[in-house]
């Protein structure tokens, strides 16, 4: 599997993001997958105080406003948080392989269905996940090994089933 980078054209707009505070979505890449990481600044005259998100993950940084690699230093913080080096990047690594998964199966479902997806206590099958209909009703609840074990198990449960051969007695 590939790390996940930040490319150098959302360097830039971290660079931004530094400058005039608030918030930014920054997309982290690997070549397979592309998610986005939630950036909000907040400055004071010496600092900047910055919280990155990815999905219930949270990661947090103080950068000094006159040190001139601060965007590299963000950047590199990012890229670790997504990648599992850090404290709660390691926390995160499950929340992004959750994240991927989701995605995975919400290509599966339909527009018209809801999927939830967790963690398990089952070490051979790592992620479950409940579809439900728009009115709650539980269509679909299966636990995978991967990504793709569980969307196939969704998918297997949604299959319409035939009652028959449509003859008449």
């Not at 404290?87 to 690594?93: A, C, F, K, M």
């Not at 579809?131 to 990504?147: L, R, Y």
Request: with cysteine; net charge negative; proline share 5%.
């Amino acid at each position: 599997m590939s790390e996940y980078i930040v490319p150098l054209r959302n360097v830039m707009l971290l660079q931004h993001a530094l400058d005039k505070g608030g918030e930014t979505i920054c997309p982290v890449q690997r070549p397979e997958l592309t998610i986005n990481a939630e950036v909000f600044v907040e400055t004071d005259a010496k600092t900047h105080r910055v919280t990155v998100t990815f999905g219930p993950q949270k990661g947090s940084l103080t950068l000094q406003r006159d040190d001139t690699a601060k965007y590299q230093h963000l950047r590199d913080f990012i890229q670790d948080l997504a990648n599992g080096r850090t404290d709660s990047g390691r926390q995160s690594e499950q929340a992004i392989a959750l994240l991927e998964a989701l995605e995975h199966l919400k290509g599966v479902i339909g527009a018209d269905r809801i999927a939830y997806i967790t963690p398990t206590t089952d070490p051979m099958n790592p992620y479950g996940a409940v579809v439900t209909n728009d009115q709650g009703d539980v269509c679909a609840a299966a636990i995978g090994s991967c990504k793709d074990h569980l969307a196939e198990a969704v998918r297997a449960q949604l299959r319409p089933t035939h009652e028959g051969s449509g003859e008449q007695l």
